[in-house]
């Protein structure tokens, strides 16, 4: 199994609909979660980070832990076609050393149609 | 700013070819981080480097070397290309650990003949 599980996709959504992107993982070590936007022929740029449980907000984005269950989310309100892109899950176990290196899901492919 | 940047942008080998790939970053960071993304398979870290003179292995550093000589400047070398090679390569730097936002650069697509 691999350590971080990610739903490749495609997803296609209407817009104004609410996206909900899902990871799970198998490794209870992991503390800090994040969540990466990569549009087509770009690299990565982090959108939403969390450290540990619960919820995080910002702007039509929310970042949601559930330890317990080992699976996180990412809901999109209001979705836009400019929110069209690949989304990746990344999680690391310490602060520092190479335990605090990132592991990515492979990505979640969304489409948001006008 | 700049940010973070690689040379080249594209490029084609043969087998057997090798190469250097670079990045360069203008943010005075201190890590930096090379990751291949294949279809299928996300990103994956080859290796890393925690400040001038210093460099690590990732998950996957077999066929890769690497060399930090200049805090900005983070080299990626191929000795000897193989096909299982082919894929895009993303630098990337943050300003301390690995959790704090990695700046990744543009990309470079690699195709090994």
């Known amino acids: 199994q691999k350590e971080v599980e990610q739903d490749p996709g495609p997803l296609s959504v209407p817009e104004g609909a609410i996206v909900s992107l899902n990871c799970t993982y198998s490794n209870s070590a992991f503390q800090y979660f994040m969540w990466y936007r990569q549009y087509s022929r770009k690299g990565p740029e982090l959108l939403m980070y969390?450290?540990?449980?619960g919820n995080k907000e910002d702007g039509r984005f929310t970042a949601q832990v559930d330890k317990s269950s080992k699976y996180i989310s990412l809901f999109i309100r209001d979705s836009q076609p400019s929110d069209s892109a690949t989304y990746l899950c990344a999680m690391s176990r310490n602060y520092g050393g190479s335990q605090g290196n990132l592991i990515f899901g492979k990505g979640t492919k969304l489409s948001v149609k006008p | 700013n700049a940010g973070v940047t690689q040379t080249p942008k594209f490029r084609v080998l043969k087998t057997g070819q090798s190469m250097t790939l670079l990045c360069a970053q203008d943010?005075?960071?201190?890590?930096m981080y090379w990751y291949r993304q294949d279809p299928g398979m996300g990103l994956r870290l080859i290796h890393y480097?925690?400040?001038?003179?210093?460099?690590a292995k990732g998950e996957v550093p077999d066929g890769y070397n690497v060399s930090r000589l200049k805090k900005q400047n983070f080299l990626l070398g191929l000795e000897s290309a193989a096909p299982s090679q082919t894929s895009v390569y993303f630098c990337?730097?943050?300003?301390?650990?690995?959790?704090?936002?990695?700046?990744f650069g543009p990309g470079t697509r690699l195709l090994v003949l």
């Open positions: 990337a730097s943050s300003y301390a650990r690995a959790q704090e936002t990695q700046y």
């Open positions: 943010m005075n960071h201190e890590y």
């Open positions: 969390t450290y540990s449980s």
């Open positions: 480097s925690v400040g001038e003179g210093t460099t």
